[in-house]
Every structure is written in C-alpha cells, then in structure tokens.
C-alpha cells in the first residue's frame, strides 16, 4: 500500500496549461480503469474533478481532462484560472476494496 | 442536498481511544460504501477504512489494522471510526467520504480534529 507518486508542485501562469503526473504499479493505476482526481484548497474538504481516470463529474469545467498511459495517470489543468491554485490529489483503486492515494500535487497559478 | 459531518475529535493520549462518528443526510445512507480518510498536517490524504452497505464488508489500510474498527448503524445514518491504541502518527484531520462509481469519492465532510499528544 505504497502511496502513488505526484509531484510536488506545478505552476503554470493563467491561461496556460498545467499537468500533473501521478504514477503507481501494475496493482493500482495500471490494473483498473479507477483513477480519480481531487481538489483541495486550504481548509476545505476534497472535491472530486474525475473519476475513471478521465470521465468528469457535472458541474466540473472542461478545463479539467484525466488521462492515463500504463501505470501513470495525469490530470490536466488548461485554460488555468486563479481558483484552479490548490493542492491536487489522485486515488487509485488497488482491488479488494483497498484504496491508495497519491502524495499530493500543490498548483500555483503564477 | 448529500452532507456527511463528522464529529468526536479531541486530544488525547498515546494509548488512548476514540470513537469518531460521521452523521449522512440527503441520500440513501444503506445503499452505499461508506469510508474514512485522514490527513496529517500539512501533509497528503490517505485512505484508512471502508465498509459495505450492510457492514458485511470492511477493509483498513495497513498502518491501522487491529487497532481501528469501523462500523455503521443504518437505521441512524450514522458512520462511526473506532479507534484504539492511538499513536502519534494518527494525528490528522479524520473525513467520511462517500464512495460512488468507478471506485471514486464524491462527497466528503468537513472533518474533525484528532490530536495524540502527551
């Protein structure tokens, strides 16, 4: 149950595009369709940008785009816009009901 | 509206125990996964535990197994975090979280405060 790899930071100035890489194991990212992407700014709870490593929750703007290659996921950020600075989470499922989350990626709109 | 407030957060001792409860309105609480994540200061999120609708069902991360129990009383809509044995590293914010389709969470409280400390 090793976390997933994010970056650290990103930062990207408004308008621009921004992606951030979240890279697990044949157990977890690369064995199911099952990615899923987290927005958290200071303070506040996690809300949820995708799910199934690309397909988007309504009410989410298509800024937001998931894709995934083998064990590695991305969630890209285009368009970037100053609420779009927080920290960014990824979550795999990893079978047997287990979960595991990535590090944690902080944005910072320039 | 869905809401999930957790609740039961406190100070407490090394060793010691307590029990987190997460209170669900605006769906049907029995018909879905229930989970609890955690997030220590300032650091990332982490996944602790989860349980099937009917409790038939449970799963925790490694660091937890044996020393936390969660649990549900449907007819409350009522999600709850046993937890005993506290350590240091248990120190986070403690959030009940929704699992919905495709293995996601998508709705999650606010959190509540647990802090081991001597």
């Known amino acids: 149950q090793s976390a997933l790899t994010q970056p650290p930071s990103a930062s990207g100035s408004p308008g621009q595009s921004v992606a951030i890489s979240c890279t697990g194991t044949?157990?977890?990212?690369?064995?199911?369709?099952?990615v899923s992407w987290y927005q958290q700014h200071p303070g506040k709870a996690p809300k949820l940008m995708i799910y199934?490593?690309?397909k988007r929750p309504s009410g989410v703007p298509d800024r937001f785009s998931g894709s995934k290659s083998g064990n590695t996921a991305s969630l890209t950020v285009s368009g970037l816009q100053a609420e779009d600075e927080a920290d960014y989470y990824c979550?795999?499922?990893?079978?047997?009901?287990?979960?595991?989350f990535g590090t944690g990626t902080k944005v910072t709109v320039l | 509206e869905v809401h999930l407030v957790e609740s039961g957060g406190d100070l407490v001792q090394p060793g010691g125990s307590l029990r987190l409860s997460c209170a669900a309105s605006g769906f049907t609480f029995s018909g879905y996964w229930m989970s609890w994540g955690r997030q220590a200061p300032g650091k990332g999120l982490e996944w602790v535990a989860s349980?099937?609708?009917?409790?038939?069902?449970?799963s925790y991360v490694d660091s937890v197994k044996g020393r936390f129990t969660i649990s549900r009383d449907n007819a409350k809509n009522s999600l709850y975090l046993q937890m005993n044995s506290l350590r240091a590293d248990d120190t986070a914010m403690y959030y009940c979280a929704r699992p919905a389709g495709g293995y996601s969470f998508d709705y999650w409280g606010q959190g509540t405060l647990v802090t081991v400390s001597s």
């Open positions: 199934e490593d690309y």
């Open positions: 349980i099937k609708h009917d409790g038939s069902e449970k």
């Open positions: 044949s157990s977890d990212v690369g064995g199911y369709n099952y």
């Open positions: 979550i795999s499922y990893a079978g047997s009901d287990n979960y595991v």
